[in-house]
């Protein structure tokens, strides 16, 4: 944010980040991303507010934050090989005026093997990262072959479209 010529600070809300199992995946992001906006009550209507989430999403199911060592090994064994694709949601709010968008990247990932996926998982521990891992990490160098959309969004943030919707707020 701050290279894109933005002044910010990071807080951190405790958000439920459950979903309705009818919801559509494309869906999901924008809506957690919402939920974690509306943790932030009338003291932060003077500021921007920005929150976003993202999701990846494999033969039409989504791959959410695993719960342990063994749920990030079987995500990351049906990830490997295969493509992929990654939506994050953002939400935000200026004043009273609550605005949201998403963005997509179809992510093709090389064959892992078992040692590559046990030294990731032992290493970065991925359990707070959607489909078990974080592109700016071992697996994103070696494990991504291609990416049809933004590294960014993958990242968890696709700031071309953070900066669009906020160009007027720019602080350079």
């Known amino acids: 944010m701050q290279n894109a010529g933005f002044n910010f600070s990071v807080l951190i809300k405790p958000t439920d980040e459950t979903f309705p199992e009818s919801m559509a995946v494309h869906e999901i992001p924008v809506f957690l991303a919402k939920q974690k906006l509306s943790e932030f009550g009338e003291e932060f209507n003077d500021k921007i507010v920005l929150c976003a989430d993202t999701v990846v999403i494999l033969n039409g199911h989504v791959l959410n ?30 004043s009273d005026n609550v605005s949201s968008f998403s963005d997509a990247c179809l992510v093709h990932f090389n064959k892992l093997t078992e040692a590559e996926i046990d030294y990731y998982i032992k290493i970065h521990k991925p359990m707070d990262k959607a489909g078990a891992y974080g592109i700016q990490d071992f697996i994103g160098m070696v494990g991504v072959r291609s990416l049809e959309g933004s590294f960014y969004t993958v990242m968890g943030l696709p700031i071309h479209k953070v900066y669009e919707h906020l160009k007027p707020f720019v602080s350079f």
């Not at 934050?65 to 200026?94: C, N």
Request: neutral net charge.
């Open 65 to 94: 934050k695993p719960a342990d060592e063994d749920e990030a090994k079987e995500m990351l064994q049906r990830l490997s090989g295969h493509k992929h694709t990654v939506v994050t949601g953002v939400a935000y709010k200026v």
